[in-house]
């Protein structure tokens, strides 16, 4: 990716979720709730504080898991077998279990796991500093490569060269270690594919009308998921870089102890390679 930055068309079955949010936008100006058709799926806008803090207390059915359970189905391409583990888990993201659920096995607890290990490695000031300082210091190193001479006038395309190429490097290996780009040397065109799909498998239209869509983005967390195997065996899990801020194989701590979640909780190297190559997609 490094070389150019290609023009895509953007077909019809894209276009359509657009259209249909700008609609529904529009008629929240007259009411303030509205049902819609986004895909092949039933939504809903509502407006005004109040409306929707009702609608999320009285409604167990309306709750972030469902979406994030779509995504996970679609975007990060799991295992039937694991997706069934955090759709089985009613028992909360906090620490302290939910009402009825107080005896369910740690083990067991996905949502709390999943969600305790993004604020603990990825909000807290240590850590999120950590991966700043990372960023900045590939980066810079990316900008070093890419201008070698000071003081020397050099044509860059901003959107393909520096922020295609560059920040992106930067941001993979400042999460994910150095590594991956050595054993997936196609992450970065596969990303740039499956970017192009991201919001049509967001809706999760059927697979028989779009297979070419499913077929990029499971070529994605395939490239994604290709070191885990690699990795692990590669690191020294008794060794001083465990709890390193940063370290060239898994790099941040998030992803060294999510890899060890994963590894603790049974995933299945499909889901593995989903929730790899989700890291490298929202960084």
Same mark, same amino acid.
């Given at each position: 990716? $490094?070389?150019?930055?290609? &023009? ?115 909000? &807290? ?10 960023? &900045? ?5 990316? #900008?070093? $490569? ?28 400042? #999460? ?10 196609? #992450? ?71 890899a060890r979640w994963m590894k603790q909780v049974d995933f299945? &190297? ?14």
């Amino acid at each position: 990716m $490094r070389g150019g930055c290609k &023009q895509h068309s953007v077909s019809n079955a894209l276009e359509k979720p657009s259209a249909s949010l700008t609609s529904a936008r529009k008629a929240l100006n007259k009411t303030n709730i509205i049902g819609f058709h986004l895909g092949p799926r039933n939504a809903f806008f509502v407006k005004g504080a109040q409306n929707v803090s009702t609608m999320f207390r009285n409604t167990p059915a309306i709750n972030t898991e469902n979406f994030i359970l779509l995504a996970m189905s679609t975007m990060m391409n799991l295992s039937p077998r694991d997706l069934a583990k955090f759709a089985r888990d009613k028992s909360g993201r906090s620490a302290k279990p939910l009402p009825g659920h107080e005896g369910m096995p740690p083990s067991e607890r996905m949502w709390f796991r999943y969600t305790d290990l993004m604020h603990r490695y990825l909000s &807290q000031t240590r850590y999120a500093t950590a991966v700043a300082a990372s960023y &900045q210091r590939f980066f810079g190193e990316e #900008l070093e $490569r890419r201008f070698p001479r000071v003081g020397e006038w050099k044509e860059a395309r901003v959107l393909c060269d520096i922020m295609k190429a560059d920040m992106l490097t930067a941001a993979t290996v400042s #999460l994910l270690g150095k590594r991956i780009l050595e054993v997936a040397p196609d #992450l970065f065109e596969r990303f740039w594919e499956a970017h192009k799909i991201f919001g049509l498998l967001l809706y999760k239209p059927p697979k028989w009308a779009f297979p070419s869509a499913y077929a990029t983005m499971e070529r994605f967390v395939e490239a994604g998921g290709r070191f885990f195997p690699d990795a692990w065996e590669r690191f020294d899990w008794s060794g001083p870089d465990v709890e390193a801020d940063w370290e060239p194989v898994f790099g941040s701590r998030f992803y060294r102890e999510l890899a060890r979640w994963m590894k603790q909780v049974d995933f299945t &190297q499909r889901s593995i390679s989903g929730m790899t190559s989700a890291t490298a997609m929202v960084r």
